[in-house]
């Protein structure tokens, strides 16, 4: 057990989220739908998941519905900004 085993966990499920459900930059497959990601990491679970974070995914609909949003329009904004940054 690490120390930083959460925010381990927590940066996993962010970068499989980002990974999964990105249309940019990832040109070698499409990309899929937030609901899709959810039902995979249900799946997943307690073994590629923590169990405990994708608990929160499913019962916070709120939290739910703020990543469903970006996943679909949120990307694109975010690489803009990063893009402009390292000009």
Not at 51 to 73: A, D, S, Y
């Amino acid at each position: 057990e690490s120390p930083y085993s959460v925010r381990i966990e927590i940066l996993t499920l962010a970068d499989c989220l980002e990974a999964a459900t990105s249309r940019l930059g990832r040109n070698y497959r499409k990309n899929k739908h937030y609901d899709d990601v959810l039902k995979e990491f249900q799946t997943d679970a307690g073994t590629r998941y923590s169990p405990e974070l994708v608990k929160i995914l499913e019962t916070h609909p709120t939290l739910g519905n703020q990543l469903r949003q970006f996943c679909e329009k949120g990307w694109e904004d975010v690489y803009y900004r990063v893009f402009n940054m390292v000009e």
